[in-house]
């Protein structure tokens, strides 16, 4: 199977329906799962990897369920209705509930698919042990064996390489019996996901003392979370890829949901990506009346930027797409950490030399050259949800077809990638028949 994306070759136009947040849906799920009593989450994600949450919370004995575009989780005890968790490819649902699964009332297996299974998580595996968490994994990675065993805090220390791995520990640590200071060694990336995991804590009611770096958090013990009603905001992370196809494009897109137009009108951790598409010379605006994003031009020439990538990894697919075709040499340094994610996206968005573009890599940075010219060619998506949809966009602006491999990626993140960017005049689909 492969997905096939044809040459646009007029204006793109019409009304991108924008998802809901999944970064904000993990927490608040799991947050309210936490919470005796009936939270309401407004705004239904259907990302793969938020469904891979809502199913290992129901296998923990949570209560979900749907009333219209809300989500009712009553929550406040974990009682396993099985006895092996399966968070299937979900890299964050695996990170948030390992330590969590300590709080249930009976033994748990975590595992899931064989790619996870070949993620080593060590480092947070030993932070866990240290809160006193008791667990085993033989190979430092999924399938983990967890005990009943509420935490007992402690100080800790944990690499700053992934988020999710402090995320994890921030969200165990309020439920321990004594105190807890977690301290990050060597760079912190992502903080704006650690950030937005304390932010909502705190709805929940649980709270954190963060120092001004980032670097040191302190968290009292016995906290209790409380219910929250909640509502999601739109998924910037996914609003990139139809910014990026409104920049490469004539366009006349609006993008529903959306009404930040720059990082200081979001909340969420990727939002900076709107500053740096601004960079690039797209103008993003509010529509007056709706208020939502809408992008009209006739065609830009967009300008290369530079981007320390610690801070957005995962805009690293999609901005590389956009620095090939423009024109001047780009900059994405602090990459190393992008090469852990569902892939090697920074190898893995090298193909676009294939299709007639220029990236080269020199230590921990990303060099892409603007080549005005793109065609199309066979290239894989390594099943990474972000590296399937940058590169269909990159498919767009090639000329002749661009065929890609795990077609169905987009799930994950981005059920409606599909109908959204032929609503707007890009073909793509997916054939059965390889070529």
């Known amino acids: ?110 595992t899931g698919q064989k790619y996870l299974q070949r993620r080593p998580i060590t480092p947070l595996l030993a932070a866990l042990s240290d809160l006193g968490v008791q667990l085993s994994s033989p190979t430092g990675a999924p399938p983990v064996q967890v005990w009943p065993s509420r935490p007992s805090g402690g100080r800790v220390t944990i690499a700053g390489t992934l988020s999710q791995w402090i995320s994890g520990l921030l969200l165990l640590a309020p439920f321990a019996t004594g105190p807890s200071v977690i301290e990050v060694e060597g760079p912190l990336n992502e903080r704006g996901y650690i950030d937005l995991t304390i932010a909502m804590m705190a709805r929940f009611g649980l ?140 190898s893995a968005m090298m193909q676009i030399n294939r299709m007639g573009g220029h990236a080269e890599l020199a230590g921990d940075r990303l060099f892409v050259t603007g080549t005005g010219v793109l065609h199309g060619a066979d290239l894989s998506s390594y099943n990474d949800h972000r590296v399937l949809m940058a590169l269909a966009i990159a498919g767009s602006r090639a000329e002749g077809e661009t065929r890609l491999t795990y077609p169905n990626a987009y799930r994950i993140s981005y059920p409606r990638f599909l109908q959204e960017m032929n609503a707007i005049g890009i073909e793509m689909a997916v054939s059965r028949a390889d070529r």
């Open 207 to 346: 709270h954190v003392a963060v120092s001004p770096d980032g670097l040191r958090y302190e968290i009292e013990p016995g906290q209790q979370a409380v219910p929250a009603s909640i509502t999601l905001p739109p998924d910037i992370g996914a609003a990139a890829f139809g910014l990026a196809a409104a920049a490469l494009h004539p366009a006349d897109v609006r993008l529903v949901g959306l009404t930040a137009s720059s990082s200081a009108q979001a909340d969420h951790p990727e939002a900076a990506v709107l500053d740096i598409l601004a960079r690039m010379g797209l103008s993003i605006s509010a529509e007056e009346g709706s208020g939502f994003v809408r992008v009209r031009h006739d065609g830009i020439r967009l300008a290369p930027v530079e981007v320390n990538c610690s801070s957005v990894p995962d805009m690293l697919p999609v901005l590389s797409v956009l620095a090939s075709t423009a024109s001047g040499t780009s900059v994405l340094s602090d990459v190393a950490h992008v090469r852990l994610k569902e892939s090697d996206r920074v």
């Open 1 to 110: 199977m492969r997905l096939l994306v044809k040459q646009v070759t007029g204006r793109v136009a019409g009304d991108l329906i924008i998802p809901s947040s999944k970064y904000h849906a993990h927490r608040a799920l799991i947050l309210a799962a936490l919470a005796p009593g009936l939270s309401r989450i407004a705004g239904l994600s259907d990302a793969g990897h938020v469904r891979h949450t809502i199913a290992a919370l129901r296998a923990l004995g949570t209560e979900i369920t749907t009333e219209g575009d809300v989500f009712l989780v009553r929550g406040g005890q974990l009682r396993p209705a099985r006895r092996k968790i399966w968070v299937g490819s979900s890299g964050t649902t695996l990170y948030f509930l390992t330590g969590l699964a300590g709080l249930a009332s009976a033994p748990v297996l975590i």
